[in-house]
């Protein structure tokens, strides 16, 4: 099966930066369409960015559009997710997802067919 394995978490001040990272095993990761889903304590699992495989389409949630970039190296199998401006709302545990076809409910969770088992990121006031 595929693994996707997240790493770059830990603690930032508010108005800091972080930038996430997701290794995906597998032939075939320029072919996957990307993204970082986030939950908080008590909340549902949240679409935060997506990128598709030739990185020429990237959708964002609006609580962090501004703010988050992402982006994929397909030679490395690795997508990013460069996290600026933090605020305490943004803390949670981030989770790679990898989709093998695109959808049009690219924000959905059963839209990706596999996930990574996150990193946690917290942001302190």
């Known amino acids: 099966q595929v693994q996707l394995v997240e790493s770059g978490g830990g603690l930032v001040q508010a108005g800091g930066s972080l930038r996430l990272s997701c290794a995906a095993s597998?032939?075939?990761?320029?072919?996957?369409?990307m993204a970082w889903f986030r939950q908080a304590p008590g909340n549902e699992r949240e679409f935060v960015a997506y990128?598709?495989?030739?990185?020429?389409?990237?959708y964002y949630a609006d609580s962090v559009k501004g703010r988050f970039t992402i982006s994929r190296d397909n030679a490395k199998n690795t997508v990013y997710l460069q996290m600026n401006s933090l605020k305490p709302e943004d803390t949670a545990v981030y989770y790679c997802?990898?989709?093998?076809?695109?959808?049009?409910?690219?924000?959905?969770?059963?839209?990706?067919?596999?996930w990574g088992q996150g990193t946690q990121v917290t942001v302190s006031s």
């Open positions: 997802a990898a989709g093998l076809r695109g959808s049009y409910y690219y924000t959905r969770r059963t839209s990706y067919d596999y």
């Open positions: 990128i598709n495989w030739s990185s020429d389409r990237t």
């Open positions: 597998g032939r075939s990761f320029s072919t996957y369409v």
